[in-house]
T-cell receptor
Framework: QKEVEQNSGPLSVPEGAIASLNCTYSDRGSQSFFWYRQYSGKSPELIMFIYSNGDKEDGRFTAQLNKASQYVSLLIRDSQPSDSATYLCAVVQGAQKLVFGQGTRLTINP | EAGVAQSPRYKIIEKRQSVAFWCNPISGHATLYWYQQILGQGPKLLIQFQNNGVVDDSQLPKDRFSAERLKGVDSTLKIQPAKLEDSAVYLC???FGLGNTGELFFGEGSRLTVL
């Protein structure tokens, strides 16, 4: 089992719709969870972090965490073409090691 | 505020040759990371420094890769000898502390092609 696993893409969503990105992790002791966005040919940039069970909203983005199910998700409402990118789920494991998933490539179609 | 600086941006070498990448983190950032990102995959941590000490290098192929962070500031990652499978983008990142409760700031990356 991979340490951090994301739903396989690519994911294609029409403009204005909700994009849903999912991630599961193997280390039950993990406490900190991040979503990074990576545009093609660019470096990752942080868009959300979540530490507590439940939902966390920031503008059009909502992160959801369920530690019992070892599941993290990212919802993007009112998707825009500029949201087209690869989304990376990252989880802190052990002695503060940040482990990334393989990424899900998202395309927003105008 | 200056970001994380990396050089060179691109490097093409033949297998069995050596290469070195340099990284200068954001001023004041104690933690420095080197990640390897192969095309189509997520970044994989190679080595993590706290000041000039190694925190994690469990996935660093130590028979060919080495890294150092002298004086707790800039860092160098070396590959010798390179293999075809080392073709990747090498990302350097830095953060304020070991806790990873803050953001990792990435450099633009060094793209390595091994022929």
């Amino acid at each position: 089992q991979k340490e951090v696993e994301q739903n396989s893409g690519p994911l294609s969503v029409p403009e204005g719709a909700i994009a849903s990105l999912n991630c599961t992790y193997s280390d039950r002791g993990s406490q900190s969870f991040f979503w990074y966005r990576q545009y093609s040919g660019k470096s990752p940039e942080l868009i959300m972090f979540i530490y507590s069970n439940g939902d966390k909203e920031d503008g059009r983005f909502t992160a959801q965490l369920n530690k019992a199910s070892q599941y993290v998700s990212l919802l993007i409402r009112d998707s825009q073409p500029s949201d087209s990118a690869t989304y990376l789920c990252a989880v802190v494991q052990g002695a503060q090691k940040l482990v990334f998933g393989q990424g899900t490539r998202l395309t927003i179609n105008p | 505020e200056a970001g994380v600086a990396q050089s060179p941006r691109y490097k093409i070498i033949e297998k069995r040759q050596s290469v070195a990448f340099w990284c200068n983190p954001i001023s004041g950032h104690a933690t420095l990371y080197w990640y390897q990102q192969i095309l189509g995959q997520g970044p994989k941590l190679l080595i993590q420094f706290q000041n000039n000490g190694v925190v994690d290098d469990s996935q660093l192929p130590k028979d060919r890769f080495s890294a150092e962070r002298l004086k707790g500031v800039d860092s160098t990652l070396k590959i010798q000898p390179a293999k075809l499978e080392d073709s990747a983008v090498y990302l350097c990142a830095s953060s304020f502390g070991l806790g990873n409760t803050g953001e990792l700031f990435f450099g633009e990356g060094s793209r390595l092609t091994v022929l």
